[in-house]
């Protein structure tokens, strides 16, 4: 695999065209509205972009060295293998999708079965469907909020594996401000335990807005930015699922006194055992459409906040925070470059001379950028060569 950026120096970006940073965004765009209503609109904009890249491609010497002529589609196959098998950089899928509208009426969903063809004719890369098949794949469906490990609700491949990502999509969760003190609270459980297991009841307090499944947490965690040491947002810490049961209500008691009766819950799926004291937060709908594997348009120099699961190191898998987020343009689908901070050595060779050095920082690996806040996001780890760390570097690939 290339890369633009040299072992210790990182550069700038490759340079992109216009049309392909914004077929990028406008891919992105897509597979997130596709989530809510699989009939968007495909603006002149889009369709004129898409057009002037699948007329470009990418130059034959970006392709893998065995770049199939063809491939299948199969069950299983994620965005990121099939970029990887024709590209050397996957993050530049959207320069050799060759987006033709005329013959993709979906641009943005792969589906099994489907055969990709590398058209090289123009002595530019363009990849295409073959004839007779195309975009629209199968019935497509609305999406629910289930994850799949291997393809979307409506059949459709995913980016990267599902099943790597899906439970974080509910129990990864950055609050900008510490909201969950006044959120729901569990202020009882079931004849009187201390501890709750799946299927037991548990009594709340608080306003629920009309919803009625709730993830648990307990006790959020601040994100400290590792070189400002400014709070970047509360991580929720995920305790499981509970659902409302009956509600709640005030009343009057044969005494003549007030009575505050909670409302019923029932504790669902569980990472750790309920309690008095946690708090709830409505489930949201997820939006796991389609989204491309792309660089950032613009130079990042961020790092990582922390591993996911109060862990000290991570590897090829693991989630992590990152100290950058929406507000400063991160997207779900951005790849990033991860680096080793270079060690501290000794520069021997003047003699009567022991001058400290510091050498490069190392490439370490990628990530996969799949869940964004506003100043917070969280990767999955996609190559590692050596240990993550909590402080570690990343750039634009």
């Known amino acids: 695999m290339t890369h633009s950026a040299s072992l210790g120096s990182p550069q700038g970006p490759r340079p992109v065209r216009h049309s392909v940073i914004a077929l990028a965004a406008a891919t992105l765009w897509c ?28 130059a034959l010497s970006d392709l893998a060295p065995n770049a199939p002529d063809q491939y299948t589609v199969k069950r299983g196959d994620t965005l990121w293998d099939i970029s990887k098998l024709f590209l050397t950089s996957p993050w530049r899928w959207p320069e050799l999708w060759g987006m033709n509208l005329e013959q993709i009426r979906n641009p943005h969903l792969i589906f099994p079965g489907q055969v990709l063809v590398l058209d090289k004719s123009s002595g530019r890369a363009v990849l295409r469907f073959a004839d007779g098949t195309d975009g629209a794949g199968s019935d497509v469906a609305k999406l629910s909020p289930r994850v799949r490990s291997s393809a979307l609700d409506n059949g459709a491949i995913a980016s990267i594996p599902l099943n790597l990502i899906g439970p974080f999509l509910n129990e990864a969760v950055v609050f900008d401000t510490n909201e969950l003190d006044s959120a729901p609270r569990i202020v009882a459980t079931q004849e009187g335990r201390v501890l709750l297991s799946r299927g037991e009841t548990a009594y709340v307090r608080g306003d629920l807005a009309g919803a009625r499944s709730f993830r648990v947490f307990r006790e959020p965690k601040p994100l400290k930015d590792p070189l400002t040491q400014e709070i970047l947002g509360y991580e929720g810490r995920f305790v499981g699922l509970a659902s409302y049961e009956r509600a709640g209500e005030d009343r009057v008691g044969p005494d003549g006194k007030p009575q505050i009766v909670p409302a019923t819950f029932r504790i669902g799926e569980l990472r750790l055992e309920a309690g008095v004291g946690d708090r709830l937060s409505p489930v949201p709908q997820q939006d796991i459409g389609a989204y491309v594997p792309h660089a950032p348009a613009q130079p990042v120099d961020g790092r990582i906040v922390s591993i996911y699961g109060d862990m000290l190191l991570a590897g090829q898998s693991h989630i992590v925070a990152l100290n950058k987020g929406g507000n400063d343009g991160m997207e779900r689908g951005h790849v990033l470059e991860l ?43 996609i190559e590692a060569q050596d240990q993550v760390t909590a402080g570690d570097r990343f750039t634009q690939p």
């Open 31 to 58: 597979g997130s509205a596709l989530a809510r209503e699989p009939n968007y609109p495909v603006t002149e904009q889009m369709r004129s972009t898409a057009q002037q890249v699948a007329q470009a491609g990418v």
């Open 339 to 381: 680096w080793r901070a270079g060690r501290a050595a000794v520069d021997t060779t003047t003699p009567g001379q022991r001058t400290p050095i510091t050498l490069p920082d190392e490439r370490n690996g990628l990530l996969f950028v799949f869940r964004v806040f506003s100043r917070v996001s969280y990767a999955l780890v």
